[in-house]
């Protein structure tokens, strides 16, 4: 059973708007998530992360939101520009093992 | 700079082929994980492991075995390699310790494996 789910495969932005990807879980012991940026042929990346104890953790364009009510986190990118094109993982946590989502593609076109 | 390093980039083998995949890391981190990434299906764990010696299967352990005889080394062997095994396989390690903020796995670069 997946316990995080990113229920967009792909999302389309111009470029200078913002990006919103999003992510929910079903384990409500999460305590601790993460949001990766893979490039093709190559291994993903940490971008940012957030802990359970914050709604909201900001990083220059990148912005993880945290709703834990909803069980929900959301990734923001203001502005999208073209080299954000990749596929993005949100991951969640509460030990030292991760549960990773689907993946969303995300493409900004220029 | 921290590594995880996979010791082939792109990998062809043939069918019925006993197949091993190399991680290592530099990083002293206790845990070391294997996962395959394949379309629409995102990062499915194939075998973890919390320590030397340890090994626990994760959600896809079938047609896969591995190895930890050292701390820094992880092998992931595919003993008899089949079609349906052509993927992008990724290593990854993480600190036992949450430490800072960025507190995550730390992934190789992968290894595009196709089998014949």
């Known amino acids: 059973d997946q316990q995080v789910k990113q229920n967009s495969p792909s999302l389309s932005v111009q470029e200078g708007r913002i990006s919103i990807l999003n992510c929910d879980y079903t384990n409500s012991m999460f305590d601790y998530f993460l949001w990766y940026k893979k490039y093709p042929a190559e291994g993903p990346t940490f971008l940012i992360s957030i802990s359970s104890i914050k709604d909201k953790n900001e990083d220059g364009r990148f912005t993880v939101f945290l709703n834990k009510s909803a069980k929900h986190l959301s990734l923001h990118i203001v502005p999208s520009q073209p080299g954000d094109s990749a596929v993005y993982f949100c991951?969640?946590?509460?030990?030292?093992?991760?549960?990773f989502g689907t993946g969303t593609s995300l493409t900004v076109i220029p | 700079d921290v590594k995880v390093t996979q010791s082939s980039r792109y990998l062809v083998k043939r069918t019925g082929e006993k197949v091993f995949l190399e991680c290592v890391q530099d990083m002293d981190h206790e845990n070391m994980f294997w996962y395959r990434q394949d379309p629409g299906l995102g990062l499915r764990l194939i075998y973890f492991?919390?320590?030397?010696?340890?090994?626990e299967k994760g959600d896809i352990p079938e047609g896969y075995s591995v190895s930890r005889e050292k701390k820094e080394r992880f092998s992931l062997i595919l003993e008899s390699a089949s079609t349906n095994q052509t993927s992008m396989y990724l290593c990854a390690s993480s600190s036992s310790e949450r430490q800072g903020y960025d507190y995550g796995y730390t992934f190789g670069s992968g290894t595009r494996l196709t089998v014949v």
């Open positions: 991951a969640a946590s509460a030990g030292n093992q991760f549960y």
């Open positions: 492991s919390y320590d030397v010696k340890m090994k």
